[in-house]
């Protein structure tokens, strides 16, 4: 399984991020002209077995110093004014994350697995529920069960989100890896992330 699925993420992995390379120059572009800073970030999150990586996305947030002061405060919402209405539309359909196709070819993530947390909240919430470190033992993926079932927005009780992901980690298989790609077209755009 662990060999199919890296194939699976590789192969995948190469051909969206080659199909959706014009899409993610325009918005490169677009992001440059809007907020005149670097258009791609890098996030430390935690992955496979604790491990910290270097997560990409394109840049969203105004890189004002209050903005970046206040981005410890919490995530970003829907109304938020750290943001413009261009970042917003990419965070609404996920495209921000498009350069995370990089982070699964390099192996760092998968396509599909837990969401990659930030490293203080993965020591917050590991205090707060015991199973949490579980969701550690796979790499963290793109999308997951919690994405597909509407679990991700920031308001959404931890638990359930942990509950969810635990299914996945215990029950992996190659068809469910494949089920969930095959549906988080749709949940982007029925789900909201704020």
Not at 52 to 60: I, N
Not at 123 to 147: D, F, H, K
Not at 155 to 176: A, C, H, T
Request: aromatic share 10%; hydrophobic share 45%.
């Amino acid at each position: 399984m662990k060999a199919l699925e890296r194939m699976a993420d590789l192969a995948l992995a190469i051909v969206l991020f080659i199909f959706s390379a014009p899409i993610l120059l325009v918005i490169l572009i677009i992001t440059k002209l809007q907020l005149r800073c670097n258009v791609i970030f890098t996030d430390t999150r935690i992955g496979k077995d604790g491990k910290p990586f270097g997560m990409y996305k394109v840049t969203t947030m105004k890189p004002t110093p209050e903005n970046l002061a206040m981005r410890k405060l919490g995530p970003i919402k829907k109304n938020d004014p750290r943001i413009t209405r261009f970042s917003r539309f990419l965070r609404r359909y996920s495209l921000d994350e498009l350069p995370q196709f990089v982070n699964v070819i390099k192996g760092e993530m998968s396509l599909v697995g837990p969401r990659p947390e930030l490293p203080h909240l993965v020591e917050y919430w590991s205090n707060q529920l015991p199973a949490y470190r579980q969701r550690l033992q796979v790499l963290p993926g793109i999308t997951g069960l919690a994405q597909i079932k509407g679990l991700r927005k920031s308001n959404i009780d931890p638990e359930k989100r942990l509950e969810q992901d635990m299914r996945y980690v215990e029950g992996k298989s190659f068809w469910l890896y494949l089920w969930i790609i095959l549906a988080t077209p749709k949940a982007v755009i029925q789900y909201e992330v704020w």
